[in-house]
């Protein structure tokens, strides 16, 4: 029987893994990181913020590009980071990208739930919200693609789901969180018939977009970096993109500055990627089977695994 979290022992999460893979993440150097490129996994480092998140923004960009009304493509983007939005929507109006004309797409990856619906535009913490106002709404009305291309895991969960079949993603972008997540994509409940073992790679593949609760540590860090530590502000559940879209994606494209995730945390996820030891309870090593990924870090934010008392 594997070992019970030391932070949530009712979940699963990367606690509970072998302590030789902790040892050797936390060993790694930003060195040892970018050398843990391989096929079908690339490790991308930048040196300053500005290039870092002009980079992400450009991935957006390129995305929409591809699109035209015979082959519509877009780009599946997160809160977390947010700092691109408002680079993307400059770039569009710098060049005039008329995305109405490519029939340009665009998927949130994730919306907060409250008493099983989703938060509206009024709710402080709107992942669509935020969409909007940082680049959306800043984006001229004469090229800015319709809200029928906006699409958000709102309503129709099946529908939102089908989009992927139906447009291509070019790429799904992602941040990670204190829990090792992409999306909302957090470790599952120790109950059930996980209450010994959690989901197997393949068990956890098969979820889709979903409503899903959350992780203590995906609470508290959301409370961190969003809320001013208000706990009480950040709801339990939210829908999110599930792998089964994930692994419908040409590319998935994670972006780390160092703001959501530790030094450790980014250190463990790379190594676990890069040797193949995909493990539910660290969700984001699953993308270790996914044939496309790429790993973005600001090298200033990578820190180091040392004792440093504060």
Not at 25 to 47: C, Q
Not at 195 to 214: A, S
Request: contains cysteine.
């Amino acid at each position: 029987m594997r070992k019970r979290s030391c932070v949530a022992p009712d979940w699963w999460d990367y606690t509970t893994i072998d302590e030789e893979i902790i040892r050797d993440a936390a060993r790694l150097t930003p060195a040892d990181m970018a050398g843990l490129s391989r096929e079908g996994f690339k490790v991308v480092m930048y040196d300053t913020l500005e290039e870092f998140y002009l980079a992400e923004a450009l991935e957006y960009i390129e995305a929409w590009q591809q699109s035209s009304p015979d082959n519509p493509a877009g780009i599946c983007g997160p809160i977390g980071p947010t700092e691109q939005l408002p680079l993307v929507a400059r770039i569009v109006n710098a060049v005039g990208l008329d995305l109405k004309k490519h029939d340009a797409h665009f998927w949130g990856m994730d919306e907060w739930v409250l008493d099983g619906k989703p938060v509206g535009f009024d709710h402080p913490l709107s992942f669509a919200r935020c969409d909007y106002e940082l680049c959306f709404n800043r984006i001229d009305e004469k090229l800015r693609m319709p809200d029928s291309n906006i699409h958000f895991p709102v309503g129709d969960l099946d529908a939102y789901s089908r989009l992927y079949d139906e447009v291509r993603c070019v790429v799904m972008q992602g941040g990670q969180g204190d829990v090792k997540h992409w999306a909302f994509n957090d470790p599952v409940k120790r109950e059930g018939k996980w209450i010994d073992e959690p989901p197997t790679p393949e068990e956890y593949r098969q979820f889709r977009t979903r409503i899903v609760d959350l992780h203590p540590m995906t609470i508290m860090q959301n409370a961190r970096t969003s809320g001013g530590g208000n706990i009480s502000l950040v709801p339990t559940q939210a829908a999110t993109v599930g792998p089964v879209e994930t692994w419908k994606a040409e590319k998935v494209s994670i972006w780390q500055a160092g703001n959501h995730d530790n030094p450790f945390g980014m250190r463990l996820t790379t190594l676990m990627i890069a040797k193949r030891i995909p493990d539910s309870a660290v969700p984001m090593s699953l993308l270790a089977d996914h044939p496309n990924v790429q790993f973005n870090f600001y090298r200033g934010g990578l820190g180091a695994c040392e004792v440093e008392m504060h």
